[in-house]
């Protein structure tokens, strides 16, 4: 259901999450996160464009989020780079259709359900799960 991008974007998100003021590289991001190098760019961008994360030059620069992990929602990081796209017409145009279909009413009600579920879950609630895991990159367990 979610697109590549917004897949990337989460675990890179995620990643700046866990050391909330500490800028990191492209390169260990990309490392981290499993996302290949050439197409983190392009989700950085994004994020730095969208204002959730902010980006450093010059030796010991590197990207850091611009704002809380308890402030960020999935929903953000998803927008970000590629929003949810609601149906609020009839995407084949047709006249008759003044209104939503059944099939597109039902399929509408259901991205509705997503958005509100994403808009309800932080990065910060994530990073506090009781797993042992930490979401979405790859990190050495103590």
């Known amino acids: ?18 050391d909330e003021g500490r800028a ?24 730095v464009q969208s204002g959730l994360v902010t980006s450093r030059p010059g030796p010991g620069g590197g990207y850091s989020l611009s704002r809380s992990p308890d402030e960020i929602t999935i929903l953000d990081v998803v927008n970000a780079v590629g929003p949810l796209e609601r149906i609020r017409h009839c995407p084949l145009g047709l006249p008759s259709h003044t209104e939503l279909c059944p099939l597109h009413t039902e399929l509408d009600r259901a991205y509705a359900a997503t958005e509100e579920a994403f808009a309800g879950v932080t990065l910060g609630q994530i990073l506090r799960s009781k797993d042992r895991m930490v979401p979405l990159c790859e990190v050495e367990l103590e």
């Open 1 to 18: 259901m979610l697109s590549k991008t917004a897949e990337y974007a989460l675990r890179t998100v995620a990643c700046l999450s866990r």
């Open 24 to 47: 990191e590289r492209a390169d260990a991001l990309a490392e981290q996160t499993k996302v290949p190098r050439r197409y983190l760019n392009k989700v950085l961008k994004d994020l």
